[in-house]
Nanobody
Framework: QRQLVDSGGDLVQPGESLRLSCAAS????????IGWFRQAQGKEREGVSC????????NYADSVKGRFTISRDNAKNTAYLQMNSLKPEDTAVYYC?????????????????????WGQGTQVTVSS
């Protein structure tokens, strides 16, 4: 019954913005690190950003630094990925994921196998 539901993907033009949401059902996220991953056609799923359970630590892939911002609102049991200045190469299915944090600063961006729960994915397409 524990589930993550990610949403917010859309078709946008280069330079535009989107905000993805990741809502937890049947469990609370306050002790979980949250990661956002993406998988483009023909490519391996890669880490985009993560935020630790405390919110103290965040990590970003080099390709999105300065453009994307991860955040969380534990009161709403939801995490977000604000995506600005979108580029065609950002086109992918985006997934949120959660992993129980052994500390408040735990934030595994690269190790997708660490994550216990995954959203269904939401399509982001950036095209003119």
């Amino acid at each position: 019954q524990r589930q993550l539901v990610d949403s917010g993907g859309d078709l946008v033009q280069p330079g535009e913005s989107l905000r993805l949401s990741c809502a937890a059902s049947r469990f609370t996220l306050d002790r979980y690190a949250i990661g956002w991953f993406r998988q483009a056609q023909g490519k391996e799923r890669e880490g985009v950003s993560c935020i630790s359970s405390s919110g103290e630590s965040t990590n970003y892939a080099d390709s999105v630094k300065g453009r994307f911002t991860i955040s969380r609102d534990n009161a709403k049991n939801t995490a977000y990925l604000q995506m600005n200045s979108l580029k065609p190469e950002d086109t992918a299915v985006y997934y949120c994921a959660a992993v129980a944090g052994y500390s408040g600063r735990y934030c595994p961006l690269s190790n997708k196998l660490s994550y216990n729960y995954w959203g269904q994915g939401t399509q982001v397409t950036v095209s003119s």
